[in-house]
């Protein structure tokens, strides 16, 4: 069954320091993977996609991530936080966007 | 182009009431899918519509049913309320082809009694 890990639930950051988010995946075939990003009261807004092709995939607000097919991985990455950064990571895998399934969530902190 | 509308944003209800949540998809999406949030079992996929029809079911009780109209706009109805009930319900659009972006609206709090 598809499934998705994002291990860490809450981590805090300077403004100006590097950013990497992880995110592990189970799933059968080749996977559709997603980064959203979810503001307090918001709904979700989709950073980056991978579906097939490099698997360094540019996102916006400055995001990519990386897809690992022998480490399971599609970790984020940006290389400046900033301040606005601060809110809720969500991890997702599915078949384009049937039936997604969704990580737990990192919750990012960002000092000033 | 407006986003993705929810409405009510906030809604309290008692257990064993019903409630109906509506959304309003971006104009020219024929996809409507719908997603229940909470703290303690985060993001689930509750079902989608396309063109009227719903194309796929997450694993929720019979409570939880949905529709789709012709001008896709769909709503979603939580029959016999139940504590657990209590999240917030995030409703997507996209014009229809897997590979699609999804946009999410700002959600639906439930808080159920």
């Known amino acids: 069954a598809q499934s998705v890990t994002q291990p860490d639930i809450h981590i805090t950051v300077s403004e100006g320091a590097s950013l990497e988010l992880r995110c592990n995946y189970s799933y059968g075939a080749t996977p559709y993977l997603f980064w959203y990003v979810q503001s307090p009261g918001q709904g979700l807004q989709l950073l980056l996609k991978y579906f097939s092709g490099d698997t360094l995939v540019q996102g916006i607000k400055g995001f990519e991530a990386e897809f690992k097919r022998s480490q399971s991985s599609f970790n984020l990455r940006k290389p400046s936080v900033h301040w606005s950064d601060a809110a809720e990571y969500f991890c997702?895998?599915?078949?384009?966007?049937?039936?997604?399934?969704f990580g737990a969530g990192t919750r990012l902190t960002v000092k000033p | 182009k407006a986003g993705v509308t929810q409405t009510p944003r906030y809604l309290i209800k008692t257990r064993g009431q019903q409630v109906t949540l509506s959304c309003s998809p971006i104009s020219g999406h024929r996809s409507v899918s719908w997603y229940q949030q909470t703290p303690g079992q985060g993001l689930q996929f509750l079902f989608e519509?396309?063109?009227?029809?719903?194309?796929n079911k997450g694993n929720f009780p019979g409570r939880f049913s949905g529709r789709q109209f012709s001008n896709s706009r769909s709503e979603m109805n939580v029959s016999t309320l139940e504590l657990g009930d209590s999240a917030l319900y995030l409703c997507a659009s996209y014009y229809g082809q897997s590979t699609d972006t999804q946009y999410f609206g700002p959600g639906t709090r439930l808080t159920v009694l």
């Open positions: 997702a895998v599915g078949e384009g966007n049937n039936d997604m399934r």
């Open positions: 519509y396309f063109s009227e029809t719903q194309r």
